[in-house]
């Protein structure tokens, strides 16, 4: 801060309430010189009103004696007080002050004034101006604090007699006024210079005391603790957080200890151990940059504090404490989730791993075999979807328990995410015990399980590799144990299978499928083909169902046999059933009014949560009326999530839409959803054909039709090859419609479109069979 101008005239000072009380202290201080100075002003003024006798002067010596008494109260007053000054008590006593140095300053300026001009005795002069001199110039050594109030003081005091001594008209009474007037500006600049200095010195110890109070703030408040030791090793500060954090008396600073009396302090108070403590110590003695990590001894407590030791520049060194409990918590915490699964507790895919790298590099174990179990829980998603996430949530924890029992001390468990799980068992004699071992779980996850007053029932399918250790990685060993799995699951689930070198080929043409069918979507190498469902008393065709078809460059004509289940494992299936409803819409929308399409819907595609959305918007932007859209359904559809299966069709039905359940006397083939869902069709599969010449079947078929068509439902039935089966289902008239071979293979959409008008513009009386021989061949 700039404290002077470049004039040499003193700044506007900064004040504060501090420095407020410093200046007024300034004009109080000293009491004994000052009550001295009035006293002597009034022995002076006496001795000169005895010398001349005037009546004049004897009024000045009561004035002054007057202003004595009043300045002598103010002052007994103002040290008398004994709580600090507040704002308004500083402003008044500041008035107080000017106030009586202004009147005993003028009091003592007439005295002297009057003197030189009522009197001609030269003993009086001498003593009134040598008394005003010494006073004015003792208020310059204690008047400083405020200035501008010395200006007027010394005026008052020496103005008048200057004009004085200039009025007597003698050279020397002149040559007096002139040296009186220069010694009147020399004590304004002394004052001046005093002022600075004192403001100077104020102002500098405000700063230290703010500087060290905002220090001892920050000492205090800051979250480690601090312990600052001199050269000689003895304690210079220590902040409140030490005391604490250490559990030390609050008297120990007092006593001048030293660094080995406070590690003392802290061992004593089982904040740390022993050696720690050593440690420590000799890092303080020594100077070291050190960073040291403490366990509280006590297990209760679980401490643990961090020791920074920082040497100082001029010897000596400061330890920082902190509390690193939470940060290690919070670190053991993390570390432990990223290596094992929060909801079973099991190690997760990393620490499983690692582990078994581990444990395949001991050289030990290098003429034992190992098995690894890849194991996938079977209708797992069907709880979750049925009865919530959190009791599937309480069903892994308790697959994850079951697994822990049946394994032995050696073996090591892990959760892969979702259902599956893996097992690593180790030093097993031959495959055999591998596979006891899958037996085991297979039978022990088959169980049932109480789930919040739910019995649940799973499978479990499991994949294993055999390996030596040292003979493989592990992720060799994942890599085989999961294609053992998905053959596992393609021999029917429930079972087990062991890793066979050819099926890492199997597994490569499956992966090279997936990518062709990525690629085949996201550039449309599908066709749809359609096969007609021909009216059996009309011999007109009343429906085209759409068969997805794929041109592949190399396969060839791939057919949905071979692209469904795939693209239902890569959940691709939603976005290809899209496509084919989109696509089999717009093409209806080509065939003549009374023509519909009917696409299949596979269980997946179907029980996505926006069906009807989709279905909305495909037939918003083909045009198609919803009546002119069948939708066909399998019996696995109906299986999962009854009540919103219910729903989704019972809004379909509101639509328009029209539902038909395919491949009837497939499955389970319940009644009951016939009675418990809004179904318009029911189609027979084909496998009821078989043997149709005999009474047998063909009764079993005519009952089924006839159930499904009392229910009010169009009767289908598919796979008709022959005349002659195309007789015997027509005969009662019971079955509506006929889809097979007889009538038409799949065909592509410009080839049904000529179906369609050799169909739609036959006479009426052409026989059934011709149209069959002659249109639909």
């Known amino acids: 801060m700039q404290l002077a101008s470049q004039s040499g005239q003193p700044d506007r000072w900064p004040t504060s309430s501090t420095i407020s009380a410093a200046l007024l202290d300034s004009l109080f201080e000293a009491p004994g010189p000052l009550l001295a100075g009035l006293a002597f002003a009034v022995i002076a003024a006496s001795l000169t009103a005895l010398k001349t006798e005037s009546v004049v002067i004897w009024g000045c010596v009561a004035l002054l004696v007057l202003t ?151 000492l205090n408040n800051m979250p480690h603790g601090l312990c600052m030791f001199r050269a000689d090793g003895r304690l210079a500060v220590m902040n409140h957080r030490f ?143 049925t009865l919530g996430h959190p009791c599937g949530d309480q069903l892994l924890c308790a697959v994850a328990n079951r697994l822990r029992e049946m394994l032995r001390p050696e073996d090591f468990v892990a959760r892969f995410g979702g259902d599956e799980f893996v097992v690593f068992q180790q030093n097993i004699n031959s495959p055999e015990d591998a596979a006891s071992l899958a037996r085991r779980i297979v039978e022990r996850l088959s169980e049932r399980y109480r789930i919040d007053n739910h019995l649940v029932e799973i499978g479990a399918s499991i994949g294993i590799a055999l390996t030596s250790p040292g003979s493989g990685s592990a992720d060799t060993l994942l890599k085989n144990a999961d294609m053992a799995l998905y053959q596992a699951k393609a021999d029917g689930r429930g079972t087990f299978c062991f890793f066979r070198d050819e099926m890492a080929a199997t597994v490569e043409a499956r992966r090279i499928l997936e990518l062709d069918l990525r690629k085949a979507l996201a550039n449309e190498e599908f066709e749809l083909f359609y096969q007609p469902l021909v009216n059996l008393k009309s011999g007109k065709i009343t429906t085209c169902e759409a068969l997805l078809r794929w041109n592949h460059p190399v396969r060839g004509t791939v057919s949905p046999v071979d692209i469904i289940p795939v693209a239902e494992d890569m959940g691709l299936i939603v976005d290809l059933g899209r496509w084919i409803l989109r696509r089999a819409c717009m093409e209806c929308m080509k065939w003549p009014e009374g023509v519909s399409v009917a696409v299949n819907f596979s269980p997946q595609q179907f029980h996505q949560r926006d069906v009807l959305s989709e279905i909305r918007y495909a037939l918003e932007v083909s045009g198609l009326p919803a009546n002119r859209l069948e939708i066909e359904i399998t019996e696995s559809s109906l299986l999962r999530n009854t009540q919103l299966t219910h729903d989704v069709l019972s809004q379909l039905h509101a639509l328009g839409v029209r539902i038909s359940l395919d491949d009837f ?113």
Not at 691 to 706: E, S
Request: hydrophobic fraction near 45%; glycine fraction near 8%; charged fraction near 20%.
């Open 665 to 777: 006397g497939t499955g389970y083939s319940s009644l009951s959803y016939l009675h418990n869902f809004p179904m318009q069709k029911v189609k027979i599969d084909r496998s009821f054909l078989e043997g149709i010449d005999t009474d047998r079947p063909l009764t079993l078929l005519r009952g089924v039709a006839r159930l499904a068509a009392d229910l009010g439902m169009s009767v289908v039935v598919e796979g008709i090859e022959t005349n002659e089966q195309l007789e015997l289902i027509s005969a009662d008239g019971t079955i509506r419609e006929g889809q097979g071979y007889l009538f038409s293979r799949p065909v592509p959409a410009v080839r049904v479109r000529q179906l369609l008008n050799a169909s739609h513009g036959r006479r009426v009386d052409e026989p059934l069979v011709a149209i069959s021989s002659r249109s639909f061949a």
């Open 243 to 385: 005391v604490e954090l250490m559990e030390l008396p609050n008297d120990l600073v007092k006593r001048g200890v030293n660094a080995a009396d406070i590690v003392s302090a802290c061992i004593s108070g089982g904040a740390i151990s022993a050696d720690s403590g050593e440690l420590i110590l000799h890092s303080v003695r020594e100077a070291e940059i050190k960073e040291i990590v403490t366990a509280d001894p006590h297990s209760g407590r679980g401490r643990t504090l961090s020791w920074t030791i920082q040497p100082m520049t001029d010897g000596g060194a400061v330890v920082l404490l902190e509390d690193i409990t939470e940060r290690k918590n919070a670190e053991a915490k993390i570390s432990h989730l990223a290596r094992y699964d929060e909801l079973t507790a099991l190690p997760n895919r990393v620490s499983f791993r690692d582990e078994i790298e581990r444990l395949l590099a001991y050289a030990n174990h290098a003429e034992r075999l190992s098995a690894l179990l890849f194991i996938d829980l079977d209708q797992f998603k069907q709880v979750n979807d």
């Open 68 to 218: 004595g008494v009043l300045r002598a109260f103010g002052l007994r007053r103002y040290q008398q007080r004994k709580s600090p000054l507040t704002v308004d008590e500083a402003a008044r006593w500041q008035t107080w002050s000017q106030l009586g140095t202004t009147v005993q300053a003028a009091a003592i300026g007439i005295w002297c004034s009057a003197t030189l001009l009522w009197t001609d005795d030269a003993v009086a002069h001498m003593i009134a101006l040598s008394v005003t001199t010494g006073l004015a110039a003792g208020g310059a050594g204690r008047a400083y604090g405020r200035q501008w109030a010395f200006q007027i003081q010394v005026s008052l005091i020496f103005g008048p007699t200057v004009i004085a001594l200039a009025l007597r008209g003698t050279p020397y009474y002149i040559a007096m006024s002139v040296v009186s007037a220069v010694f009147l500006v020399t004590l304004v600049k002394l004052s001046a210079n005093l002022h600075r200095i004192f403001m100077r010195a104020v102002i500098a110890r405000e700063r230290e005391a703010a500087l060290a109070g905002q220090f001892d703030t920050a």
